[in-house]
């Protein structure tokens, strides 16, 4: 892990953060309050240094360096080949890797990378890299930072999601709970959208960004039980009357998991050579069974728990919903 100590995940429904201390890495999860983030955008800066200000009193959060995960919106990603080179050549290069997706000067933009894989000749030289590049204005990054400031915190890191997840499948691969040649399908259940990513080893060969999830069930409970919506995720997250077992929440599920089966449907297409046999859930939906039951039947993939691919010095009973925060630790 590196000096990071605290992770932070700032979801439109939920606040997730991961912490490193004496006893382990714990996660926390905190109900957004209503409003204040919509769409990957924090619309009250000033609201949200004073509920991180009350999160960190009330959970005795320490204010040393932390890290957040960037919502899609505001960053993009590229899985890049590129032949062998130092890391400064390679902050001089990847400005031009993104030139096709950002808009005006390369320098009000700031650039990062997770490696992927290096590639070595048969003499063991290196030859070409392969790695996850994102990049991200230095005004987003600089309200983030005022944002954490404002909130007795130091914040030294901003990643991506797809660069946080990279780095626990990398950790996941050096401690052997990871095989090199082995495939791996992650989904994450989120709020407001479902990713699926597929790796092999620790390499992202497949991600995909599909616009339903958790959000989608609170509207058909609101919609069928007559209540407001922030009351319905409520319902959804405590199972009131077995709201989740209702044939309307079934249906949402099987609206999900076609989708999620396009995507796997595809890559077995284009990759008739894959084993592909086991999938993992995280985020807030994978603590609906019956949601994560009916992605991995629709696929013929066997459920496994994610915590399979975490460090060993998460908490037995960490919430899935927290794992990109985790990647901010070891970044």
């Known amino acids: 892990m590196s000096k990071t100590v605290l992770g932070f995940d700032i979801g439109e429904s939920n606040l997730k953060i991961v912490h490193q201390g004496s006893h382990g890495v714990q996660i926390h999860s905190i109900q957004m309050p209503d409003n204040l983030m919509q769409d990957g955008i924090i619309q009250m800066p000033h609201m949200m240094s004073d509920f991180l200000k009350g999160i960190k009193k009330e959970y005795g959060l320490p204010g040393g360096q932390c890290g957040i995960v960037v919502p899609e919106e505001l960053v993009v990603c590229r899985s890049l080949t590129l032949p062998a080179m130092t890391e400064k050549q390679l902050e001089v290069n990847l400005p031009f890797e993104f030139s096709d997706y950002i808009s005006g000067e390369p320098q009000k933009y700031v650039y990062d990378y997770a490696m992927q894989e290096m590639i070595c000749n048969d003499?063991?030289?290196?030859?070409?890299?392969?790695?996850?590049?994102?990049?991200?204005?230095?005004?987003?990054?600089?309200n983030y930072v005022n944002i954490f400031k404002n909130a007795g915190f130091k914040l030294r890191t901003l990643i991506s999601q797809e660069i946080a997840l990279t780095n626990i499948m990398k950790a996941a691969m050096e401690a052997g709970r990871v095989a090199i040649d082995e495939e791996y399908c992650i989904v994450n259940l989120g709020h407001r959208s479902t990713q699926v990513y597929i790796y092999k080893g620790a390499e992202m060969i497949v991600f995909r960004n599909l616009h339903m999830g958790g959000k989608m069930l609170d509207e058909a409970i609101s919609e069928n039980k007559n209540v407001d919506v922030y009351v319905a995720r409520t319902h959804k997250n405590k199972n009131y009357n077995d709201v989740l077992e209702a044939d309307f929440a079934q249906?949402?599920?099987?609206?999900i998991a076609v989708e999620v089966m396009k995507v796997?449907?595809?890559?077995?297409?284009?990759?008739?050579?894959?084993?592909?046999e086991n999938i993992y859930f995280m985020g807030g939906g994978s603590n609906i069974s019956a949601l994560c039951d009916s992605i991995a039947e629709i696929n013929d993939l066997q459920k496994k728990s994610m915590r399979e691919l975490l460090p060993a010095n998460v908490s037995e009973n960490a919430d899935m919903i927290g794992v990109f925060a985790l990647g901010v630790l070891l970044q």
């Open 123 to 142: 003499a063991g030289e290196p030859v070409e890299m392969r790695l996850t590049g994102a990049v991200m204005s230095k005004e987003s990054v600089t």
């Open 251 to 255: 249906e949402a599920y099987g609206r």
């Open 264 to 276: 796997i449907n595809f890559y077995r297409f284009n990759n008739r050579e894959s084993t592909l």
